[in-house]
């Protein structure tokens, strides 16, 4: 009647409705998809569809019989290839995607006016190949053909982001709202540093915590311990670093000996974390920690605003012996508390 040639309805974000509204939706879909014309274009996590579709037939009890996993696992594929007929799933960025959004993002943040010359070269060079980085090397010319000055900060970012792609598309398995949000907080946290004082940080070093922090955070909360009981450099972490780099499959014994739960960092995915730049061996993290505790408020408990020279005293007191004796200096220390 409207002589509208097709009706193309789109429905985002399926996944965010509660599993019981979300299975209604497909239902009244479904009373569609006999009418000449109309198709439905639905953006969704499919496992998170999937549960909802395998909960629906199971507090039904469309069955009397008792259905095993597998039956139940085949049900919800029949319902979907039944309402779906061209599924398509997202792919993962690939590391040089990823460096490229991630110079881009920096490009973005920097040149403000300026990096309307950036992108439109990067639409040029992407019209004529869609496989290769977009990076440093690339933005320089573009910049340089528009009588446009790098910023230093900018630079040193477009390097770095060579040098974490690798790691942060392995870590994030090419997820570009998951990458942004880790440079949202690595902005927010640089905020914070600045707010304090803290000039001295490297984002290079930050950001690398603060992945692991994503990928284990009972890895991150270990690193914390050992920073904490070591005035910022933990020992243990320098022998996981020389480790990492090393050809032994297994952490060494007197690695094992100094560090708990070996296995743990054994894995191929920490292990590429403690080979990435930079090296924290040597690094004083006191700091870092500080403006990442909102992380570490239950490792702290309650602790994170006391000095940090009354927690050495409180460590050392920690550590005193019924049979010791006082060093001089913290008794020292105690009599002018």
């Not at 395998?54 to 095993?68: D, I, L």
């Not at 992407?126 to 440093?136: I, P, Q």
């Amino acid at each position: 009647e409207t002589s509208l040639d097709s009706i193309v309805i789109l429905i985002d974000d399926l996944d965010r409705c509660e599993p019981k509204r979300l299975v209604e939706t497909l239902e009244a879909i479904k009373l569609f998809l006999t009418v000449p014309h109309v198709a439905f274009v639905i953006g969704a996590d499919q496992r998170i569809v999937r549960y909802a579709i395998s909960k629906r037939y199971e507090t039904e009890n469309v069955s009397q019989e008792t259905k095993s996993d597998e039956e139940q696992i085949d049900l919800v594929t029949d319902y979907l290839e039944k309402l779906i007929q061209i599924p398509y799933h997202l792919p993962r960025l690939s590391q040089s995607e990823i460096e490229t959004y991630l110079s881009l993002l920096f490009c973005n943040q920097h040149l403000k006016d300026d990096f309307e010359v950036v992108l439109s070269a990067f639409k040029d060079s992407r019209s004529t190949d869609v496989t290769s980085v977009y990076g440093h090397q690339h933005i320089e010319e573009a910049l340089q053909a528009a009588s446009v000055t790098c910023p230093d900060e900018l630079t040193k970012q477009l390097a770095w982001c060579n040098m974490i792609a690798p790691t942060l598309s392995d870590v994030l398995k090419g997820n570009p709202r998951q990458t942004k949000r880790l440079l949202n907080a690595l902005h927010l946290r640089q905020s914070l540093a600045k707010a304090a004082k803290l000039d001295d940080l490297s984002d290079q070093v930050l950001i690398k915590l603060m992945l692991l922090e994503y990928i284990r955070p009972k890895l991150f909360a270990q690193i914390y311990k050992w920073q904490a009981a070591q005035n910022g450099i933990p020992d243990e972490l320098a022998l996981l670093e020389k480790w990492g780099h090393s050809e032994d499959t297994d952490v060494p014994t007197d690695v094992k000996n100094k560090i708990e739960n070996s296995t743990s960092w054994s894995d191929s995915s920490i292990r590429r974390w403690l080979t990435m730049p930079p090296e924290l061996s040597g690094e004083d993290l006191r700091n870092y920690f500080w403006i990442t505790r909102d992380r570490v408020t239950g490792i702290l408990s309650g602790v994170s605003t006391i000095p940090l020279y009354l927690r050495q005293i409180i460590i050392e007191l920690a550590e005193f012996e019924e049979d010791g004796i006082f060093t001089s200096e913290l008794k020292s220390q105690i009599v002018q508390l």
